[in-house]
């Protein structure tokens, strides 16, 4: 059995028009990102949504080091962070409250319900030198997408339509799917404005046909669904950038949490002598003893 290219970006373009488009297809790495926190399902539901929203937006952009999506609200999920290395590395993270809804309550609307008022926000961070690139947008509309493109209506940075969709599988396990097309430049545009408007709504509107089954299905593999979206007007496929999950953290790190700690709150975090640092990200515990808190502040 030939297994089907899951959790990867695949760049593709539309052969009459020359519009180019990314489909996002992510399996065990968003249910193993998403895996890592103990959140309420409805929570979950709309971190998978972010996590693969983050690779999408991601994908169009040049940059190398860190993409970064946020979300910070008043409601129930103050905090939601998911970012993407350029090489695919994927993790997330959320500060939740107790007062999370039902998903029966969400009703369509995650926004509202779980974040509240706030904005919507990414950065690209290339490293201590480079210029740091950034968007931000009030939080406006009952989905995730509906915020996209409010954002996408303001930014001359982006110039796309986005479809995404997050699921559990049959088994329970996540799966997302994402699809974006980009306007092209007017200087790249090979055929009149006129015509290319055309073609931009008819993409549009083929890329809004697909299902959200289409876009996470294990079994519809991305060029099966790129040709049953695409194939009256030709598609061709690039070579694809895988995605996994990765952390930055490190006990290095987590030594230079304790250095910014003063005695006092040393002493109120030690349990039995001892403190964990816990990565928000990946949940991963680093403990230090006695000795191992003295050593990481002298050095
Ligand atoms: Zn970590």
Redesign the pocket.
Known sequence: MTSVPDDLIQPFMIETSGLRGRLIRMGPVIDDVVGRHDLPPAAQALMAEFIVLAATLSAALKFDGIFTLQAKGNGPIRLMAADVTSDGGVRAYASVGEDVPSEDDIDGAPIPRLFGAGYLAFTVDQGDHTELYQGIVELQGPTLIDCVHHYFRQSDQFSAAITLAAERDASGAWRAGALMLQRLPEDELSFRKEEMEEAWRRATILMGSCRKEELTAEAISPHQLLFRLFHEDGVRVFDTHPLNFS?R?SRERAEGVLRMLSDDELDDYKIEGRISIT?E??N?VEWFDEAQIRYARTV
């Open positions: 952390c953290c990565c990200f990946c991963t």
